[in-house]
């Protein structure tokens, strides 16, 4: 099945900064790669997803990059504000099959 | 729009009696709908995969017989924790997705389940 690991697991920045997690997957047949975003006691939103037909999917601050080669995706913060402070999952899932395996998830916190 | 509901949000129930949780799509038509368990600061653990009309797929690891699942309408699915134990306290997240074999899932605002 598909593993997803994910990096790093805390991330501390300051407000301003720009915020990079990265996320690798093991089942090259993997298409669609999902951002979510959970805050404390929340449920989890999604806040951008990809499909393995680009490469790169942008959204305001927030991007997202894909290398279907070496089997990575990474979520992109730029100009962080505290209220991104949360945690972030990366997902994945293969083709044919509808469920998601998440990685561990990264607590961003975003320092005034 | 994909607006997903549970209830209830919090529940407290005494070791041995049974609890039901309730996910529902508001909005949309659900052929898909997932439950997943959330440890404290740790991922989301998939339990079960359940299609409208049909039995539930669940994950190894996962007692069918004391995680029932329900999903007999398009916009309803229910998870029953069956003779509950201190140890099923979790906090529990369904999510939904539309239609398809790529879904993008959209997540309910969880249960918190304590038994005592």
């Known amino acids: 099945g598909e593993n997803v690991e994910q990096h790093p697991s805390t991330l501390s920045v300051q407000e301003g900064d720009s915020a990079v997690i990265k996320c690798t997957y093991s089942d090259s047949a993997s298409n669609y790669f999902p951002w979510y975003k959970q805050e404390l006691g929340k449920r989890p939103q999604l806040i951008i997803d990809?499909?393995?037909?680009?490469g790169e999917k942008k959204d305001q601050r927030i991007a997202v990059t894909l290398n279907k080669t070496a089997k990575h995706f990474s979520l992109h913060i730029t100009e962080t504000q505290p209220e991104d402070s949360a945690v972030y999952f990366c997902?994945?899932?293969?083709?044919?099959?509808?469920?998601?395996?998440f990685g561990k998830g990264t607590m961003l916190l975003v320092s005034p | 729009g994909a607006v997903v509901s549970q209830h209830p949000s919090r529940v407290i129930c005494k070791s041995g009696t049974s609890v039901k949780i309730e996910c529902r799509s508001l909005?949309?038509?659900?052929?898909?709908m997932f439950w997943y368990r959330q440890f404290p600061k740790k991922s989301l653990m998939l339990m079960a995969t359940?299609?409208?009309?049909?039995?539930?797929?669940?994950e190894q690891g996962v007692e069918k017989d004391k995680f029932l699942i329900n999903h007999a309408s398009l916009t309803l699915s229910t998870l029953t924790v069956t003779s509950a134990h201190p140890e099923d306290s979790s906090f529990y997240i369904c999510s939904a997705g539309t239609s398809g074999f790529q879904e993008t899932q959209y997540f309910g605002p969880g249960t918190r389940l304590l038994v005592l």
């Open positions: 990809i499909r393995s037909n680009v």
């Open positions: 909005d949309f038509q659900a052929t898909t």
């Open positions: 359940s299609n409208e009309g049909s039995k539930a797929t669940y």
């Open positions: 997902a994945a899932t293969s083709l044919g099959d509808s469920t998601l395996t």
